[in-house]
């Protein structure tokens, strides 16, 4: 029998001293894989180290989910593909094609 895709959503926030929310994600734990589709910090909170903080816990929730690898996709006009990299993400596809000459990039890291 063949194992079953199983999804199972996550989401981690980091809250101020006013317990107001200031930077989260959210993504899925899939197949081996864990993807987080989402990542804001406010942008008077930005530089701060809190970006990094949230991958950090989501590769450690990944690795206790038994995952592989783990994947985001960004767009080159975001301008995010650098801090993925140094958090250890290769870029593995990118896919143009978008408006305004925009592209997909699709990266992965080994857990």
């Not at 200031?22 to 930005?46: E, K, P, Q």
């Not at 801090?83 to 992965?108: H, I, N, Q, S, W």
Request: aromatic share 14%; net charge positive.
């Amino acid at each position: 029998m063949k194992k079953p895709l199983i999804k199972v959503p996550f989401a981690f926030f980091i809250r101020d001293d006013t317990e107001q929310i200031i930077a989260g994600c959210s993504g899925s734990v899939m197949y081996g894989s864990i993807y987080t589709d989402l990542l804001w910090v406010h942008s008077d909170y930005r530089g701060k180290g809190f970006g990094r903080q949230l991958m950090e816990k989501v590769h450690d929730y990944g690795r206790e989910m038994h995952c592989k690898i783990a994947t985001v996709a960004t767009m080159n006009f975001q301008k995010a593909k650098v801090f993925y990299e140094k958090l250890g993400y290769k870029c593995d596809l990118v896919r143009p094609g978008y408006v305004d000459g925009a592209t997909c990039m699709f990266l992965k890291k080994v857990l």
